[in-house]
């Protein structure tokens, strides 16, 4: 991918190119590697897999009728695809430049420009495959909610930073892709004491989701400073802030998405 001066250069985060499947907790395949200047060495990145325990395909957790019709929209909104044919989509993407880049006219959907974002390359919908058309809204609210924290993170501009970063929104794809793992978003019923206790929140608040994903963005990047990570510690990075926003999800105080820890790391 292109090199970007000052800003260090891209790296890939692998492309998630498999779909998601009822009932399966993960879906991983080889490693996609894509060549340029700043070409990904070794076999990249496999996704954050559920570590599920024997014990855990036996746990069920009833849903109140609130719960269960929330889990059920959620589930809808998983399930659709990124379409470029779709106006909806295309008005998204480009409402996604616009957010990130104001003072800068975007071309195309297909452009090289997109690499200034952190994509893999020119078009981002190739990027979409393993998240969804959902990942592509958990940026969108993340940079319209979150502005000062988005731009933070997309510039890298806090902290000692690797020569070799992550790049911005694909691994805002990888997010997307780890909570709806962590979160057992796929089953009928939670499965997880964690999944069972984040549909408490989204009963709550129709937007939980995106919201935890903004908290779980923030995050990683903590992590990534503390960590003093490059790209091939990416995958110990996200396993890292997974264990650390279960912890904090399942904490006693916690009431609301607000009062998580990392909540307080998000600045509007």
């Not at 892709?177 to 009963?203: S, W």
Request: negative net charge; contains cysteine.
């Amino acid at each position: 991918m292109d090199d970007r001066g000052s800003g260090g250069s891209f790296v890939a985060v692998r492309r998630i190119s498999q779909g998601f499947d009822r009932g399966n907790t993960c879906h991983s395949s080889s490693a996609e590697v894509v060549a340029g200047s700043a070409a990904w060495l070794g076999k990249g990145l496999s996704c954050v897999c559920a570590q599920r325990r024997d014990s855990d395909s036996r746990l069920s957790f009833d849903l109140t009728p609130a719960e269960e019709d929330c889990l059920q929209r959620l589930q809808s909104r998983i399930d659709v695809p990124y379409d470029t044919s779709l106006p909806e989509h295309q008005e998204a993407l480009r409402a996604l430049w616009d957010a990130a880049f104001p003072e800068e006219v975007l071309h195309d959907l297909v452009s090289e420009q997109w690499k200034e974002m952190g994509w893999q390359g020119k078009d981002p919908s190739t990027d979409f495959r393993g998240g969804g058309y959902i990942s592509l809204e958990n940026l969108l609210y993340f940079a319209r909610n979150f502005p000062k924290s988005f731009q933070v993170l997309l510039q890298k501009q806090e902290g000692d930073r690797a020569m070799w970063e992550y790049p911005f929104a694909v691994a805002g794809v990888n997010i997307t892709f780890m909570l709806i793992q962590m979160l057992d978003l796929e089953a009928v019923k939670p499965r997880t004491l964690v999944g069972a206790t984040f549909l408490k929140f989204l009963a709550e608040k129709d937007y939980a989701f995106d919201l935890l994903y903004c908290i779980t963005f923030k995050l990683m990047d903590q992590q990534w400073l503390e960590m003093r990570a490059s790209y091939m510690d990416f995958n110990a990075v996200m396993k890292s802030t997974r264990r650390r926003l279960e912890e904090e999800l399942l904490h006693e105080d916690i009431t609301k998405l607000e009062d998580l820890p990392s909540y307080n790391l998000l600045v509007r």
